[in-house]
């Protein structure tokens, strides 16, 4: 089975500072999809981004980016000018065709003011 | 917006009780899906449902059920519940199969 890896349990980042979040994953399929997923304490998972793995530019959402490398399978997400509100659980994951949607086990970022 | 409810925020039950989750989803999605979050450990697959009447087994089934009687409602059961499926459950919903979930707010189990 494809398996996520999250190497970083704990990050932190001063405000209006940029992170990056590391995801490596497994597999030997060439189609599938990318997503990295945001949980604030108590409160709702949300989708930040969402890569198609035949796209080679990356995919961006405002102050959030990926950088997708299909041959290293590495999908790490940054956050430009980090905000206190950044302050959640990312949760990487990955889908392929029909197969469940698998999930690394999280960063959990913190953002000082 | 998707909007993903489920029942109960908190729930506290015994050993041995009969514990229903329901998750209901109000945007006609096909799929829905039952996972449990523990620290360390991401979010694993318990069941999921591609069509109404339809399950079929995630990572993680043993102690659980489900059942999906309306296309919009998924509910999951611990038939007898146990200490070690203390945890937080979190349901969601897609589309189709390559489609975003989209996910509730979460219920935090405490088994005693």
């Known amino acids: 089975a494809q398996t996520v890896t999250q190497s970083q349990p704990e990050m932190s980042v001063q405000e209006a500072e940029t992170v990056t979040l590391s995801c490596t994953y497994d597999?030997?399929?060439?189609?599938?999809?990318l997503f990295w997923y945001k949980q604030p304490p108590s409160r709702q998972m949300i989708l930040v981004i969402r890569?198609?793995?035949?796209?080679?530019q990356n995919a961006t959402e405002n102050r959030f980016s990926v950088n997708f490398q299909k041959a290293a399978k590495s999908f790490s997400l940054k956050i430009s000018d980090s905000q206190l509100g950044d302050a959640a659980m990312y949760f990487c994951a990955y889908k392929e065709g029909h197969n469940d949607m698998r999930f690394g086990a999280g960063t959990r970022l913190t953002v000082k003011p | 917006d998707v909007k993903v409810t489920q029942s109960s925020r908190y729930l506290v039950k015994r050993t041995g009780e009969k514990v229903f989750l329901e998750c209901v989803q109000d945007m006609d999605h096909e799929n829905m899906f039952w996972y449990r979050q523990d620290p360390g450990l991401g979010l694993r697959l318990i069941y999921f449902s591609y069509d109404v009447k339809m399950k079929e087994k995630g990572d993680i089934p043993e102690g659980y059920s489900v059942s999906r009687e309306k296309k919009e409602r998924f509910s999951l059961i611990l038939e007898s519940a146990s200490t070690n499926q203390t945890s937080m459950y979190l349901c969601a919903s897609s589309l189709g199969h390559q489609e975003t979930q989209y996910f509730g707010p979460g219920t935090r189990l405490l088994v005693l």
């Open positions: 890569q198609e793995a035949y796209k080679q």
């Open positions: 597999t030997s399929e060439s189609d599938y999809y």
